[in-house]
């Protein structure tokens, strides 16, 4: 049977984005050399902290001015943190057939709130208005792969686990999803996806 709701990860899935112009930008803002600025945000733990929503902006701000020892201000150290994203044109044709087939979506995804908002300003009509549901790792207090937010996730798409289609570019979270029960791809390709879509019976006509 074809799926009866798919979810899309964001990063590298609705949006592609580039960290090396995040962190190069950070390095602009706040005068720290760029290879600190990467340790300190992906070594350091700060990125997992703040999508897991164990810390908010102003915490990750504090922390990342003590440990590079600069004061960058905290809406320009967010903007260059966020400005990093462009859509995933090629997938826009999958979601306006998605919808126009009736099947919801809805995207899960592991973020955070400087970058999720950073988005939304952006006025691309897919986020949030096309997707039915959002369930977002900060907001939730779980990050994929623990197995909370899928279970979330899938309450709030209300069908059977297994009429459940998700798509994401990190193995292991595809993994987990296979193991909450869902039917899961990895995420190669706009048309990879719509060939994944045809074999389980929705044929988008793409």
């Given amino acids: 049977m074809p799926p009866a709701f798919i979810y899309l990860d964001l990063g590298n899935v609705v949006v592609l984005f580039d960290r090396r112009r995040a962190f190069a930008g950070m390095a602009a803002v706040s005068g720290a050399d760029q290879r600190l600025v990467e340790e300190t945000v992906m070594a350091g733990g700060l990125q997992q902290a703040i999508e897991r929503g164990d810390i908010g902006w102003p915490e990750f701000h504090a922390e990342f001015c003590r440990r590079t020892g600069t004061r960058p201000v905290s809406a320009a150290l967010a903007q260059a943190a966020s400005d990093m994203f462009t859509l995933n044109v090629p997938l826009l044709p999958i979601i306006a057939r998605c919808r126009r087939a009736g099947v919801p979506l809805g995207i899960l995804s592991n973020t955070c709130d400087p970058h999720w908002q950073f988005l939304v300003s952006r006025g691309y009509a897919i986020l949030p208005g096309g997707f039915r549901e959002v369930v ?70 793409l």
């Fill in 136 to 205: 977002l790792s900060h907001v939730e207090k779980a990050a994929k792969p623990d197995p909370t937010i899928y279970e979330l996730a899938a309450a709030r798409a209300g069908v059977p686990a297994e009429r459940i289609f998700f798509c994401d570019d990190l193995p292991p979270h595809v993994a987990a999803a296979h193991r909450a029960g869902w039917d899961a791809e990895v995420f190669v390709s706009a048309p990879a996806l719509a060939e994944q879509l045809a074999r389980r019976g929705l044929n988008l006509g």
